[in-house]
């Protein structure tokens, strides 16, 4: 049961354009969301994240947009660059009690190749 | 700034045989979670840590056993290690109410 879906498995975008990366989620106790981005053999990296209480957070070329009714959120990197290239895994978390946010569930990663 | 740190970084055992791996989180981080990920797949939840205690399970074999210590570093220990534990195991540390920020990984190769 994948409770966190990545549906596009990869994306080729030109350098100095929009990336838009996509995810859906099935949970509604999730309540924060985050986007990793992962290199091959290394951890993944945080990027930017979002609670349920907002619908855009924005972080510089990052901007991640929440549609709750949807169950949807989206990662907008503008420019894209060549650096950027990379699996990125969207995440999702419940409070597991209090206001510690608990362990990640994840998508299945997209890869995104920026090409010069 | 001072990351996960997470040894050793390749590990290569033999079936049944036991392995340990180490994660030293963040400073001033209490909680630790530990994280599979099989070839192709995303990463998966094994356990959690807060305050040296269990505070959550995911889908870890019975075989498998974890602990945070007083430094609140933590140990997955792996026994009757089979093929299909082969993957990389992430550490990942937050304190209470923050984002979670990943280890470089593990990558364990079981012949």
């Known amino acids: 049961d994948q409770q966190v879906k990545q549906n596009s498995p990869s994306l080729s975008v030109q350098e100095g354009r929009i990336s838009i990366l996509n995810c859906d989620y099935t949970?509604?106790?999730?309540?924060?969301f985050l986007w990793y981005k992962k290199y091959p053999a290394e951890g993944p990296t945080f990027l930017i994240s979002?609670?349920?209480?907002?619908d855009k957070n924005e972080d510089g070329r990052f901007t991640v947009f929440l549609n709750k009714s949807a169950k949807h959120l989206s990662l907008h990197i503008v420019p894209s660059q060549p650096g950027d290239s990379a699996v990125y895994f969207c995440?999702?978390?419940?409070?597991?009690?209090?206001?510690?946010?608990?362990?990640?569930?994840f998508g299945q990663g997209t890869i995104l190749t920026v090409h010069p | 700034a001072a990351g996960v740190i997470q040894s050793p970084r390749h590990l290569i055992k033999e079936k049944r045989e036991t392995a340990t791996l180490k994660c030293y989180p963040i400073?001033?981080?209490?909680?630790v979670y530990w994280y599979q990920q099989g070839p192709g797949q995303d990463p998966q939840f094994l356990i959690s840590?807060?305050?040296?205690?269990?505070?959550d399970k995911g889908s870890i074999p019975d075989r498998f056993s974890a602990q945070q210590f007083s430094d609140y570093h933590s140990e997955l220990n792996m026994s009757s290690l089979e093929l299909g534990d082969s993957a990389l195991y992430f550490c990942?540390?937050?304190?209470?109410?923050?984002?979670?920020?990943f280890g470089p990984g593990t990558r364990l190769t079981v012949l």
């Open positions: 949970n509604s106790m999730f309540d924060y």
């Open positions: 400073p001033r981080h209490d909680t």
């Open positions: 979002i609670s349920s209480i907002k």
């Open positions: 990942a540390s937050s304190s209470y109410t923050s984002t979670q920020y």
């Open positions: 995440a999702a978390s419940a409070r597991a009690g209090g206001t510690s946010y608990g362990k990640l569930t």
């Open positions: 840590f807060y305050e040296k205690m269990q505070s």
